[in-house]
């Protein structure tokens, strides 16, 4: 950085003289250089000889250096510009023969440092001012003197150009640092600016494109698709069942799971493909371009495969799987919202197909999909309207064939679609957090049921409800449970509690710290489905359960497969040695029922003794049994109670 460029005061006197003349030279010396004490000496005298009065004002000094030719002071001004010390104006005579006229040597001064100002000294008029200007071009660093010049007009062209120079070098300065001040605000204003696009396109939990730039994408992909020609697919990928996550391990997890799978997605995508995270639980996928369809088949086959892998949540493994809905330009739409739309319609068909698969969109599909919303926005009114019903299933004990307990089975009794099952409504209930209001309502019902019957002159019957994962984890399930039993006045041990081995596993240390409260209180605990989750046998044993339901999948063929038959067997034995009892599900056929009985299975339900019924069919089918001659107290044998309730009855 020279001098004149550096943060401090601009201050440059330097001056360069180029005349042909030497004497011309010592005159410049004179006029613009400070005098020496002689000099001083003199004026001194004559203004006492002349009474002028005296003055403590003293001509400006200069800085100069000389050059006898032109060629002599290009030099000179390259050495200075080279040692970071510029010279403010020149002095150039007219003509300096034999070398470069006046003209071509400013010409070329400024062809090096075109900040040089410059003062033309000549005794002649051989230019005209126009001409000069019109040559040279900077009419505003030249001035002209003509010779002889007085000493006044030296000092002020001197003072008034080498001011002008650093004047000019300063205001640079200024616009420099203003530039500068300037182009870092707008920096600063365009990476905000970047940051806020990305915001405003991005999902902020994975980092992926959002609903916004989804849209934006497949409008580019719609123009060069109809410009070229070509097919590209759109997957719509939704988590089956993701508030089960939420609700049981909490929304740190589900963030976790969502960014574990946006990392599975963009592992899978092609550069040229486009990962969407669209909302929630469902992502999308841009695959562009697809030579066929099966292409896009095949990619919806890998975001199944990739996602079947285990996941570690939270220090929990889980699994997740998707429902995979596929539309194509431009066979199932050239709009934006139509492609869209029949991506997320194919998508609820496959959910409603069994989950954990891919459909295609297909032309009735729309139709479906708006009859799955009118059922979505129906279920919100159910509990409000009183639609629901609870269907009872007889629990027979294997041994005397008595029923003296029964499953609380919900139904919708809809007013277009008549009776709706559990499996058409219950996922969009867990979907649109609706579980939990209808889980409580199934708890109160199921309690109030009981002591009914009771009151009726009915013997106590036990009521097994079943809790979702979402109603286990619930803050209030043990406050639920006991306002339920105190409203309807209902004995603790006529309520049995049914839960998936799911739902128990999610979290072993918090589930048995709610299952000891339940027990504890005198509720009954099942465990649903054993044989069909991923039970650890350690924590089976910790946990205060009463019962084990052997899942119907194992019923099904147990006549047929002897595998089958081996495993009810080793859960039977497994259960009664660790003192519980055991449930099967689903028997249909006396066969079934007689192997059950010589395996020591305690306990059946299904189709071979009865379906579900409604309360009133259910209390018919008690009195039957209370006045059929063969009834009988239950023994000690078939006689059930939970187990912390029985430790403090010891106790007590």
Known sequence: MSPVDSPGPVTNRRILVIDDNAQIHEDFRKILTASDSGDADLAAAERALFGDPATTRSRPSFELDFALQGEEGLQRVRTALAAGRPYAMAFVDMRMPPGWDGLETIGRLWDVDPDLQVAICSAHSDYDWMDVIARLGHADKLLIIKKPFEIIEIIQCASALTRKWQNERILRRQVQTLEQAVSTHTEGLDIANRKLRHVATHDALTGLPNRVLLEDRLTQAIVHGEREGRMFALLAINLDRFKLIN???????????????????????????????????????????????????????????????????????????????????????????????????????????????????????????????????DLHDAIALNQFELYYQPK????????????????????????????????????????????????????????????????????AVNLSASQFRHGRLLEIVKEALNDAQLDPENLEVELTESAVMSDPMGSVAILEQLSTMGVLVSVDDFGTGYSSIGYLRRFPIDKLKIDRSFINEITTRSDDACIVRAIVSLAHCLKLKVVAEGVETSEQLKILKSLGCDQYQGYHFSPAVTADAFEDLLRRQQNDSQARPPSDIERTHSKLSTYRAREI
């Open 396 to 463: 027979v004990e294997v041994a005397s064939g008595a029923v003296r307990s029964a499953e609380a089975l919900i139904r919708w009794r809809h007013p277009e679609r008549g009776l709706v099952l559990p499996a058409e409504f219950i996922p969009f209930a867990e979907d649109y957090a609706l579980i939990g209001v209808i889980g409580e309502w199934v708890v109160r019902e199921a309690c109030r049921q009981a002591r009914a019957w009771q009151l009726r002159g009915l013997p106590a019957v036990r009521v």
């Open 247 to 377: 609700d049981s391990l909490g929304h740190r997890a589900g963030d976790e799971l969502l960014q574990e799978v946006a990392r599975r997605l963009s592992g899978i995508a092609r550069d040229v493909d486009t990962v969407v995270r669209s909302g929630g639980d469902e992502f999308m996928l841009i695959i562009n371009p697809v030579a066929a369809r099966q292409d896009a088949t095949l990619v919806a086959a890998r975001v199944i495969e990739v996602l079947k892998a285990t996941l570690r949540i939270t220090g929990v493994e889980t699994h997740t799987t998707p429902s995979i809905g596929i539309a194509f330009f431009p066979a199932d739409g050239t709009a934006v919202e139509a492609l869209i739309a029949h991506a997320d319609a194919a998508m609820h068909c496959a959910k409603q197909r069994g989950r954990n698969n891919a459909q295609c969109f297909e032309a009735g599909m729309t139709t479906q999909t708006r009859d799955t919303a009118r059922l979505q926005s």
